[in-house]
């Protein structure tokens, strides 16, 4: 363990971040890793407690609590207090197959479960993990592995975001030829195009997809699967077909004006922002913020995204709109500890709007009822109403002014398309239903579905989750043996 009362006699301390004024110059990274001397203190923190919390990984009232991979957090905060570096590494690297892409992304619910956190402050669980994986990667730990042996098993992983990378990473590790389908022009799903690169650039995103590719993984980008490959013919030319596509499909607003230009899904906005930064191409007039006044739909972390997106633009100003109320500043009794802390808090494109803009953005129990044009056909103006009165109630109307309007109230599973194609069944939400998380196989022999696509719209851990376990359900499908199970 660390240091005897350490949590308590060491003060929490987590990666800082740059200047709010001086970062929305740029889309470069907004926070800084924690240097070793700090890395090592915040480790002494954990106590190695008889029941880590940060490790269970279930879900309870709806929320995340602790880690879905299971990773070993006691373990490597030990090694990192003890200067074990690379040590840690292994043991981080023995249940997480990206840990460059969730110490940016997770939204860390080991932290929020962490039994430090009951009497004092969580361990910087997340600022530790960052600090491992840099350090793995700056010393040349992190190297192509390619499997000694082949199976002469073929698999096929349609989709490249974190559950299909993390399928394809665990069937080849064993020895079976994978090839990675992405209909998208670069791999990488949702860590290319749908985060932001202040939030994860995209060379780290790249870096990992070589190494992948060193290592025997085979991507094959801009097919669409039922469009340039027939479902049948992959079929017939793979062992297994394991659908990783995510929950694309996204939630809209039926309202009158949802026609208008200058309304769009927040996801095509955040692409075409990550296109026009990699590749230089030229912003449509519903994708480019510069100059107009900004409304996000939607509270989530989608939404504040593009807040941050927005205000990197160069918007005039920026609201976004939230269904449900203020988050408390400290838990109710209603959200006992160990469940994921539903608190307020100032993120980052939040920070950024009150320094840049002069006020947070967001805005609560706002009801978007009608969008308003110009002679031309573009929006101008909202319609709002209160979720917390009746809405006819004259005093709770507003209305705002509106040049780009952003779509962001969540995903409804996998698009139609998927369902389509490959002849499976979906519940109301839009999931795969068939395939449990024992077998992962849909109704169709031989086809499996993981992440999103099964589990609907979730973090980025539970894609790597169950990437993984699927991964292992395909192997004894194959082979009849439990080559992936956890050591």
Same mark, same amino acid.
């Given at each position: ?47 190695? @407690?008889?029941? !880590? ?53 997770? !939204?860390?619910? @080991? ?78 799903? %949702?860590?290319?195009?749908?985060? !932001? ?62 026609? %208008? ?9 955040? =692409? ?5 930064? %990699? ?47 203020? %988050? ?113 196989? =849909? ?45």
């Amino acid at each position: 363990m660390g240091q005897l009362m350490g949590f308590l006699n060491i003060e929490k301390k987590s990666q800082s971040e740059r200047k709010p004024t001086e970062r929305v110059l740029d889309w470069n990274e907004y926070k800084i890793p924690l240097v070793e001397s700090d890395a090592k203190e915040q480790a002494a923190r954990c106590m190695d @407690c008889g029941i !880590p919390y940060c490790q269970i990984g279930t879900t309870i009232n709806r929320g995340t609590t602790g880690c879905p991979i299971h990773n070993l957090i006691p373990e490597w905060n030990d090694l990192v207090y003890h200067g074990q570096w690379k040590e840690a590494y292994e043991r981080l690297a023995k249940t997480n197959n990206f840990p460059e892409f969730t110490s940016k992304a997770c !939204p860390a619910p @080991c932290e929020g479960s962490c039994t430090a956190g009951f009497v004092s402050s969580p361990v910087s669980i997340k600022s530790i993990e960052r600090a491992i994986i840099d350090r793995a990667f700056d010393e040349g730990w992190v190297v192509p592995k390619p499997p000694k042996r082949r199976t002469g098993k073929k698999i096929a992983v349609i989709g490249s975001g974190p559950a299909g990378l993390a399928c394809a990473d665990q069937l080849n590790k064993i020895g079976h030829r994978v090839t990675v389908f992405e209909r998208s022009d670069r791999p990488g799903g %949702l860590l290319m195009y749908g985060i !932001p690169s202040m939030k994860i650039e995209k060379d780290i995103v790249d870096r990992r997809i070589h190494l992948l590719e060193e290592e025997g993984i085979i991507f094959k980008t801009n097919v669409d699967v039922g469009k340039t490959v027939s479902v049948q013919s992959l079929k017939d030319s793979f062992d297994a077909v394991i659908l990783c596509t995510g929950a694309g499909k996204h939630r809209d607003v039926a309202i009158e004006g949802r026609g %208008l230009k200058g309304i769009s899904p927040a996801m095509e906005y955040l =692409t075409a922002s990550n296109r026009h930064l %990699l590749y230089g191409e030229a912003l449509k007039a519903d994708y480019d913020a510069k100059d107009k006044n900004v409304i996000v739909i939607g509270g989530g972390d989608t939404g504040e995204d593009c807040v941050a997106t927005a205000i990197r633009q160069g918007c005039k100003s920026v609201v976004q709109f939230g269904k449900h109320g203020k %988050l408390p500043e400290h838990r109710t009794n209603n959200n006992p500890w160990p469940e994921h802390p539903n608190v307020f808090s100032v993120d980052y494109a939040y920070e950024e709007a009150e320094e840049v803009l002069g006020k947070d953005p967001r805005e609560y129990y706002v009801e978007t009822q009608k969008f308003l044009s110009d002679a031309e056909g573009h929006v101008t103006e909202l319609i709002t109403g209160s979720f917390k009165q009746d809405n006819d109630d004259a005093s709770v109307k507003k209305n705002w002014k509106a040049d780009l309007v952003l779509i962001a109230i969540g995903f409804q599973g996998a698009e139609d398309k998927v369902f389509d194609d490959f002849e499976i069944n979906r519940d109301s939400s839009g999931r795969v239903i068939d395939a449990d998380t024992t077998s992962y196989q =849909t109704s169709q022999e031989g086809v499996f579905a993981a992440g999103d696509a099964r589990r609907g719209a979730s973090l980025i851990v539970w894609a790597i989750e169950e990437g993984r376990k699927a991964a292992a359900a395909v192997d004894l499908y194959l082979d009849k043996k439990k080559s992936l199970v956890h050591e």
